[in-house]
């Protein structure tokens, strides 16, 4: 009996990273699955507007140039979708007393986006431990040039997060605030949800 | 005094009235945000048009027009109002060319009065995630195998936020049937404009299918699917002809393959084929047999033999001419060395049809032909017994004699023959050998007997050839094989007219003789 199940515990866990990486190569279909399901919480949640807050809009910027470049690169945007998630978690995280919907639909929210970030965590190490492979056959202008790239776009997205959060501060977490944040984070999903598609390498229409 | 116990009074009513006041503001205040919350907005991608509609949550209250407008939600902006929107009674308003940023968030207002009075406020926030495509208008037209799908798409191709409708969107046929539910999902090369055919193959006939297209938005999860449009595949008409001509260019083909088959085997030898058809194949046959012919009608020329007694006259190598009457036929020898003699008889009647009596034998040759034609002679002797008209050896001369009945020199006979005579008289001599007896119609039965009943024979001292059965020719026939050697003619002298009674009866048959 023991040896039995030991033979199948090892054989399971010699395939267990090949079928975590495999996991990876679904990333495309993962994102945008989740993606979709918080884009349809929030709008649920973002109707009927109420006129008084219609005083409390405000432009908060989203950085649409980060991933405008002609190729990107996909490692990039997992890093842009990590960030998101990260970011747009810590927002949903604090402050939710005044939440401007249904407290289900605030925990279903989060749910969702702590998973996404374990899951694109995984998939990046994965990559770095790739790249090391790799590293030595790009130049070294190259690889500078992918940093700055990435660290270029990770800034914008935090600036942008930042003026969300300060928001919901000045606005000492209010109802319309949250009924601004809700719409203007489902506005950043559906725009970087076209971007999941070049995660399996399809085109994306802007 | 009185003021001092009015001021509570005062106090408590001051303050109802702020609590009022307060109340009815707020309340006043609030009646833009309670009735934003009593409209539902549907943004819906309809005929290639984006068209936003609202439908109040209560529906006692009909406004009489409304008034339209819109903000985006990261701009700080005013309201921004829609020409065609505006003092509407119609409740939605087409945003095809207002809204062309796809990813903001645009946040409408419509206002809904009755006069002057402002019964509703809607406002909501909607981003492209929240539009739902209607089904295209589609037709479906089925064939014995295949359906062709038919999709109206306008002349010029529709934009949605700015952008081709194939970027929001992929057009999905659906098909279904009993057993499979398939989905088609085609490539369509640059925009939706015109008319667009698709063609779903490879379908089972006499079977039904049911089509159903729609859009599949590429960021939302709302799919609106139409009614299914069903057919049933049927095979043509034509078909059923073309049918029965693949039936008969089918069997034309299995003959030529089995004629080709037969004609190679019977060069190979395998199969011999008969070119004359047995008699049972033989059509003639089956006609005859159903309706037999009648037998051709036969010159039966009734002959009565009668027996003479005669000598057999022995030559004795002398050439001289001896006496010899005109009626007594010369006693000749022919190369087979059978003694001749005539027998005269007179013909009783003749008889066209076959239904004759016994005949005697076949006349033979007086001596005047024989000299002309000896071999002709011979002939006459194996020849049957009733002579069917002249034959190719017979001549006239035998014929006409043949007409002539044999006359029995007797007394009786002449007697007989004297009846009738005419004095013709026919001479000839009959070769037992040759002598056939023929079944007739009506005397069946006597010829039978007279062939059968033979005495036997006499032996004649005189008698020099005892046996006519001599082999002669290839004409030789056994008359009677079963008569003993003696059943002969022996003949006698045909100048002696006299008959003896011994041979008198002419029924009776001795020496030989057939006696009638």
């Known amino acids: ?206 | 005094m009185l003021l001092s116990h009015q001021a509570p009074a005062l106090g408590l009513l001051s303050l109802c009235l702020m609590v009022y006041v307060s109340l009815a503001l707020n309340t006043s205040h609030n009646t833009p945000e309670s009735a934003a919350e009593k409209c539902n907005f549907k943004m819906t991608f309809r005929k290639y048009r984006l068209i936003l509609s609202w439908e109040l949550k209560n529906r006692s209250v009909v406004p009489t027009y409304y008034t339209f407008g819109y903000t985006i939600m990261s701009k700080r902006e005013g309201m921004k109002t829609v020409e065609n929107c505006t003092n509407i009674t119609r409740s939605f308003c087409d945003l095809t060319d207002v809204w062309q940023d796809m990813p903001e968030t645009y946040i409408p207002m419509v206002k809904g009065f009755r006069g002057e009075t402002l019964l509703v406020l809607c406002l909501a926030a909607i981003t492209n995630l929240d539009l739902s495509f209607q089904p295209p208008d589609f037709r479906i037209v089925g064939y014995a195998d295949h359906i062709n799908v038919s999709v109206q798409f306008p002349p010029v191709a529709p934009k949605i936020y700015g952008e081709e409708l194939h970027r929001h969107a992929s057009l999905i046929i659906e098909e279904h049937s009993e057993d499979i539910d398939k989905r088609h999902e085609p490539k369509i090369s640059g925009s939706f404009s015109g008319n667009f055919s698709y063609v779903i193959n490879n379908l089972i006939p006499n079977t039904n299918y049911c089509v159903s297209v729609y859009f599949e938005p590429r960021n939302s999860r709302i799919v609106i699917k139409p009614p299914l449009k069903c057919v049933l595949l049927q095979l043509p008409q034509e078909s059923g002809s073309s049918k029965s001509i693949k039936i008969i260019v089918f069997i034309v083909i299995f003959i030529s393959v089995a004629i080709s088959i037969i004609l190679i085997l019977k060069q190979i030898g395998y199969v011999c084929l008969h070119t004359e058809f047995p008699k049972a194949l033989i059509f003639r046959n089956f006609v005859v047999q159903i309706f037999p012919e009648r037998p051709l009608s036969e010159e039966v020329n009734m002959l009565e033999v009668i027996s003479v007694h005669r000598k057999k006259k022995v030559w004795d190598y002398n050439y001289d001419d001896e006496s010899d009457t005109e009626d007594e036929a010369p006693l000749r020898t022919n190369a087979r060395g059978y003694t001749m003699h005539g027998l005269t008889g007179r013909l009783l009647s003749q008889f066209r049809p076959s239904s004759a009596s016994s005949q005697a034998s076949h006349p033979e040759d007086p001596a005047d032909e024989e000299s002309e034609e000896p071999d002709k002679e011979t002939e006459p002797l194996f020849q049957p017994l009733a002579a069917q008209g002249p034959s190719p050896g017979q001549r006239e001369g035998p014929r006409e004699r043949a007409e002539g009945l044999p006359h029995n020199r007797s007394p009786k006979d002449d007697d007989s023959n004297s009846t009738g005579g005419s004095g013709d008289k026919i001479t000839f001599n009959v070769d037992l050998n040759s002598v056939f007896l023929r079944a007739l119609h009506d005397d069946a039965e006597d010829s039978e007997e007279a062939a059968l009943v033979l005495p036997p024979q006499e032996e004649d001292p005189q008698e020099t050839e005892s046996s006519l059965l001599v082999p002669h020719g290839k004409k030789l026939q056994v008359l009677f094989p079963s008569l003993p050697p003696g059943c002969l003619w022996t003949g006698g002298d045909l100048s002696d007219k006299s008959d003896t009674t011994s041979s008198g009866a002419d029924d009776d048959v001795r020496d030989g003789y057939i006696m009638r």
């Not at chain 1, 884009?39 to 409390?56: G, Q, Y």
């Open chain 1, 1 to 206: 009996m023991i040896p039995k199940y030991s033979r199948l515990v090892c054989f399971v866990g010699l395939f267990i990273r090949h079928i975590q990486s495999q996991d990876c190569t679904l990333l495309n279909v993962h994102v945008s699955t989740v993606t979709k399901e918080n884009v349809r919480l929030l709008s649920s949640m973002s109707n009927p507007f109420p006129l008084r807050c219609l005083r409390d809009i405000k432009a908060f910027g989203l950085p649409q140039n980060i991933v405008s470049y002609s190729q990107p690169v996909e490692r990039d945007i997992k890093e842009v979708f990590y960030d998101i998630t990260i970011q747009a978690l810590h927002i949903f995280s604090r402050h939710t007393s005044n939440f401007a919907g249904k407290e289900e639909y605030l925990t279903q929210i989060k749910s969702e986006l702590a998973e996404q970030r374990e899951y694109l965590k995984q998939c990046l190490k994965e990559d770095k431990k790739e790249d090391k492979d790799t590293q030595e056959m790009k130049t070294h202008e190259v690889q500078h040039l992918e940093v700055q790239v990435i660290q270029k776009s990770k800034l914008a997205l935090r600036g942008y997060f930042k003026r969300i959060e300060n928001y919901l501060k000045d606005k000492k977490y209010s109802y319309c605030a949250w009924k601004i944040v809700q719409a203007e984070i489902k506005r950043c999903f559906v725009y970087f949800l076209e971007f999941t598609k070049l995660l399996g390498g399809n085109k994306v229409y802007f």
